[in-house]
């Protein structure tokens, strides 16, 4: 999907205000009703209904009237929050092009007010399953029950966690910046996804350089699960960046084993396929660990048994026991669903085009302050907090 946010400049601290309340309706209601939404933003003198109507009309969120009159975040409404609340902070200033589609990701660059270039990364898990329930089709019908608003965040939230952890432990990998809701800003990294590249001068110390990183990701006690040629970055003079962490397990992952030997395998094909690197490692084709001549490929066993705690480090993080098996649960899932119907329209509709802005900073206090001293709803409707904060 295209990111338009031009309308961010004219939105409102009033628009803001509803649009978090939707937000937070959306922790217990699929659709929310247009009357919690009312109760939960506390504007006066109906308000927040006309305030629905503009967000609508900027597609933000998105009007369901079937079982009863209500509202639910689109993508954009959520992209809305997160960059706000990282504006605020300071993160960044404007939103620049787009220069990543992932499958359930977008990205983009994003500028400080020191004219600082960073990626941002909005996760869309679930996007999948919204096209999926609108096909109809039966047996992913029960992917429903995962909330995309939660499965993005926990996505973000991991991503963010592991290429900090990962960083800070000497691994090739962007800066990790910031994250909230279901974005993570990291520095940007120079270079192209080794999908792209023809030619290398080394590829045997490119190839070494790769199968190394994956062994002593295996050492910290981490498999990359998405090993391969779109997720490693490789610059000018051949240096590589891995990126793209949400799917990353321990080594004592039940399919630890699978797993590594899969990172492991795609790097050989690949380097095979467009290096022609047939070196007496390569000629192992069985997925043997051994071509009888000494050299061989690495072997899990071999490696797990020195592996370091860094997993462990990771779960006593912030992401939790519960975020890992729902993520796990979701990944194994959408794996089962592939499709090929990956560019179908998606629910914010149109294809609008992409704003260089500067966000003004006039309507920009932090969105997380102050709601509690205007909520005339229910008692303790603002009482947890909001939004993903990795940063504090
Ligand atoms: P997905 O999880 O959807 O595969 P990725 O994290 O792999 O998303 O990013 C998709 C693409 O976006 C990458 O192949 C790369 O071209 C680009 N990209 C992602 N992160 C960065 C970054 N930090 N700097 C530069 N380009 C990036
Ligand atoms: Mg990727």
Redesign the pocket.
């Known amino acids: 999907m295209k990111l338009d946010v031009n309308a961010l400049r004219y939105l409102t601290k009033d628009d803001f205000r509803v649009l978090t309340a939707v937000e937070m309706g959306m922790r217990n209601h699929e659709i929310v009703p247009a009357e919690l939404v009312d109760r939960i933003a506390g504007l006066k003198h109906g308000g927040t209904y006309k305030v629905l109507r503009n967000l609508l009309k900027n597609k933000l969120v998105h009007h369901d009237a079937t079982k009863y009159d209500g509202y639910r975040l689109t993508y954009l409404g959520y992209d809305f929050l997160a960059i706000k609340t990282l504006v605020n902070r300071g993160v960044f200033a404007s939103v620049g092009r787009q220069?990543?589609?992932?499958?359930?990701?977008d990205?983009f660059e994003v500028a400080t007010e020191d004219g600082t270039v960073l990626?941002m990364?909005l996760h869309r898990l679930g996007r999948t399953s919204f096209r999926a329930v609108k096909s109809k089709r039966d047996y992913l019908r029960h992917r429903r029950s995962f909330n995309w608003l939660y499965l993005s965040r926990l996505a973000a939230l991991k991503e963010f966690a592991f290429m900090k952890a990962l960083g800070d432990h000497g691994f090739p990998v962007?800066t990790a910046v910031d994250c909230n809701r279901h974005c993570v800003i990291?520095?940007?990294?120079q270079g192209?996804?080794l999908v792209q590249v023809k030619e290398l001068q080394n590829p045997d110390d490119v190839f070494d350089t790769i199968l190394g990183l994956i062994v002593r990701l295996a050492e910290h006690g981490l498999i990359h699960c998405d090993f391969n040629e779109?997720?490693i970055?490789i610059d000018d003079d051949e240096k590589i960046t891995v990126?793209?962490f949400?799917q990353m397990v321990s080594v004592s992952h039940r399919n630890a084993q699978m797993f590594f030997d899969r990172d492991i395998e795609c790097i050989y094909k690949f380097f095979n396929k467009r290096f022609n690197l047939k070196s007496e490692k390569n000629e192992v084709e069985d997925g043997s660990e051994s071509d009888g001549e000494g050299t061989s490929r690495p072997s899990f066993l071999s490696v797990k048994k020195d592996a370091g705690s860094l997993d462990k480090e990771l779960a006593a993080s912030g992401f939790t026991r519960k975020a890992q098996v729902d993520m796990e649960k979701y990944i194994e899932e959408d794996a089962e669903g592939q499709d090929s119907s990956s560019d179908d329209d998606d629910e914010i509709g149109d294809a609008v085009p992409i704003y260089s802005l500067k966000i003004d900073q006039d309507h920009s206090d932090e969105l997380d302050c102050n709601l509690t001293s205007r909520n005339s709803g229910g008692p303790g409707t603002f009482s947890e907090e909001h939004g993903t904060s990795c940063s504090g």
Not at 99 to 105: D, M, P, R, Y
Not at 186 to 189: A, C, D, I, N, P
Request: proline share 13%; no cysteine; glycine share 8%.
């Open positions: 220069i990543g589609v992932g499958k359930e990701s990205i990626a990364k962007p990291m520095s940007l990294v192209y996804p779109f997720n970055m990126i793209d949400p």
